[in-house]
Structure formats: structure tokens, C-alpha cells
């Protein structure tokens, strides 16, 4: 009985190891516009739908949009957007306000700002 127990918390340590895992996707090599845009798309919907209840969401496509706006090899520069938006991914709490102005730039290159028009600037 020992030995089974001690394979269902491994089983389950491990289940919980790939659940965080999901979502967390770094960009290995430059962003397009379209990524960046994209990114910004799921953030806006994000936001939009709200953070919900297991392993913060929102704060995942924030870091996510960050790593796209760092790796961004167009001529806009999204330098600031995107350590506001690691920032932002490293904090305990956030708001629409402060998401928005964390995006300005990113906002600018796609055409609309966060949680408004998806898809105008794609």
C-alpha cells in the first residue's frame, strides 16, 4: 500500500508540474506583427473574460504579450510595453487602467487599444 500511495503523489506532483506548465510559452527567436497582434488579441479577450479562479490567466498573456513585444524585430519599438507588461505578469494584481497603459505602443502598432476591435489590426 505504501509503494501505491507513494506512485499517486507522483502521478499527481507531476500532473500539477505540466498543469502550470500550459500556457507558459517562450518566444525563442523574433515576433512578427501578427504574433504581436495576436498576442495582444488573446490578452484584450483575457481581460475581457476576467483572470478566473486557477492559475491566473491573465497574468500568463501578459507575460506571454511581453516576451512577443521583446522579441518584436519591427520598426516600432515595444521595449517599454513589454517590461510594463513583465511587470505587470510578476504583480499580484492588476487593472484595466494599468493594462492599457502598458500597452500603448503595442496598442498603436495593431490598430486599437486593449480589449477593443479584435482583429482591426491583423
Do not use: W
Not at 506571454?64 to 516600432?76: F, I, V
Not at 505578469?89 to 495593431?110: G, H, I, M, R
Request: net charge negative.
Amino acid at each position: 500500500m505504501a509503494r501505491r500511495h507513494g506512485v499517486l503523489i507522483a502521478a499527481a506532483a507531476a500532473g500539477g508540474l505540466m498543469f502550470a506548465a500550459v500556457g507558459c510559452e517562450k518566444v525563442a527567436g523574433p515576433s512578427s506583427k501578427a504574433e504581436v497582434c495576436q498576442g495582444f488579441e488573446e490578452l484584450g479577450q483575457q481581460l475581457l473574460q476576467g483572470n478566473g479562479v486557477i492559475g491566473n490567466p491573465l497574468f500568463h498573456k501578459a507575460d506571454d504579450l511581453g516576451d512577443l513585444a521583446e522579441h518584436y524585430e519591427g520598426t516600432a519599438d515595444l521595449s517599454q510595453d513589454a517590461g510594463r507588461l513583465h511587470d505587470i505578469a510578476a504583480a499580484d494584481s492588476t487593472s484595466d487602467a494599468e493594462l492599457t497603459d502598458a500597452t500603448e505602443q503595442v496598442a498603436a502598432l495593431c490598430g486599437h487599444p486593449l480589449g477593443i476591435g479584435f482583429g482591426a489590426g491583423q
